[in-house]
Every structure is written in structure tokens, then in C-alpha cells.
T-cell receptor, first 113, second 113 residues
Framework: DSGVTQTPKHLITATGQRVTLRCSPR?????VYWYQQSLDQGLQFLIQ???????AKGNILERFSAQQFPDLHSELNLSSLELGDSALYFC????????????FGNGTRLTVT | ELKVEQNPLFLSMQEGKNYTIYCNYS?????LYWYRQDPGKSLESLFV?????AVKQEGRLMASLDTKARLSTLHITAAVHDLSATYFC?????????????FGKGTSLLVTP
């Protein structure tokens, strides 16, 4: 158990809808990262937050947004969902903002129908 | 754009045999990470390589890093079935403000009797 908690585990929704994925980092970790894993694209970095502030941005679509709250949990909001958004979304956390391995949660499997 | 390439992408090997997985990356970095993912599961950190010439070993797995060649290897010695999983290498794409890992597409390893 990595100590990173993601909810829900599974999410099935329709195209055009909006969903929110939630992540609680390991105790003491200040950084949260979001990744999307799909068969064709592999593991894609979406965004990083450190102590409530956005620090790094990857291939995150404009329809997606995230935030990190004062208690350090993070939410990833996906809107106007398309079939291609179906994927496994991982949250990871680390102590700081560099030179440490990321600890991954168990992921949220999103299916858009 | 940083590219991380692994080969092979699929590997079937017999128990007891040795093999090496290669990870090439396209830009200068002194930090490379190896992760393992079991089917339907999260990613588990295996090794963190932080300098040129770094070598780390855990059980039947040994990882090394050559930053000049931009190459890391994951060597498997006397494979056993329990090593069947997907192995990812990842390179730090840190900047002054942020930090994230850019993953290769993974090597799916199947160890057969």
C-alpha cells in the first residue's frame, strides 16, 4: 500500500458529462501529480501541484482542470467528456518537488460511453 | 520534447534465463527511475538512479545508468514467474518550478516455465 488514496475506483459516465476524481496524498507529501494511462498513449503526465500551487503542466487538455486544497488533497475535473478520455487516471505524491520517487495510488478507471 | 524509449516492448522469457531491458532518452538528465506495474494494479517504485554510473540491485533485478549515452538498463538474472509484470523507466523532466516524470511505454515481461 503506497499510502496514496484515490476515489472512486471505477467511474462510468456518458459523453459530454463532467466528473471529478479525488486523491489524498501520503501523509507528509506536499506534491501531487496526475497521470493518464491508456493503451495507445501510455502514461502521460498531466499536471503537478506543490503545497497548493500548480508547478508543472504536461499534456493536459483544456477540458481538464485540477486543484490542490489546503489539506493537500487534490481533485482532477474532467469535463465535456469524450470516448477518448476513457483511461486509467493515476494520482501520485512525493515529499517535495524533485529527486524523489513518486508513490502512486491505485488509480481511477474512467469509462466514457 | 523529452522522449523515453524502451525496448523491447514485449518480452517472453523462460524461467532461469537472463535478459536486459533498455531505456533510451532524448535529453540530458541525471535522474532515472524504474517502476513495476502488475496487471490492473498501481505502479511500484523499483530503483532510483541519480548519477552517471549508478548501479542498483534488488534480488534478481539490477539497474544501471549511463548519462553520457542517455541509456539505462534493467537486467534480469535467472528469471522467475513472479517477475512477470510491466516495467517502466521514467526520466525526470524537472524545471525551475516543477518536476515530473516522463515515462516510457513500458516493457511487458512474461516469464514462462
Amino acid at each position: 500500500d503506497s499510502g496514496v488514496t484515490q476515489t472512486p475506483k471505477h467511474l462510468i459516465t456518458a459523453t459530454g458529462q463532467r466528473v471529478t476524481l479525488r486523491c489524498s496524498p501520503r501523509s507528509g507529501d506536499l506534491s501531487v501529480y496526475w497521470y493518464q494511462q491508456s493503451l495507445d498513449q501510455g502514461l502521460q503526465f498531466l499536471i503537478q501541484y506543490y503545497n497548493g500551487e500548480e508547478r508543472a503542466k504536461g499534456n493536459i487538455l483544456e477540458r481538464f482542470s485540477a486543484q490542490q486544497f489546503p489539506d493537500l488533497h487534490s481533485e482532477l475535473n474532467l469535463s465535456s467528456l469524450e470516448l477518448g478520455d476513457s483511461a486509467l487516471y493515476f494520482c501520485a505524491s512525493s515529499r517535495g518537488t524533485g529527486i524523489s520517487p513518486l508513490h502512486f495510488g491505485n488509480g481511477t478507471r474512467l469509462t466514457v460511453t | 520534447e523529452l522522449k523515453v524509449e524502451q525496448n523491447p516492448l514485449f518480452l517472453s522469457m523462460q524461467e532461469g534465463k537472463n535478459y536486459t531491458i533498455y531505456c533510451n532518452y532524448s535529453t540530458t538528465s541525471d535522474r532515472l527511475y524504474w517502476y513495476r506495474q502488475d496487471p490492473g494494479k498501481s505502479l511500484e517504485s523499483l530503483f532510483v538512479l541519480l548519477s552517471n554510473g549508478a548501479v542498483k540491485q534488488e534480488g534478481r533485478l539490477m539497474a544501471s545508468l549511463d548519462t553520457k549515452a542517455r541509456l539505462s538498463t534493467l537486467h534480469i538474472t535467472a528469471a522467475v514467474h513472479d517477475l512477470s509484470a510491466t516495467y517502466f523507466c521514467a526520466v525526470d523532466i524537472g524545471s525551475n518550478s516543477g518536476y515530473a516524470l516522463n515515462f516510457g511505454k513500458g516493457t511487458s515481461l512474461l516469464v514462462t516455465p
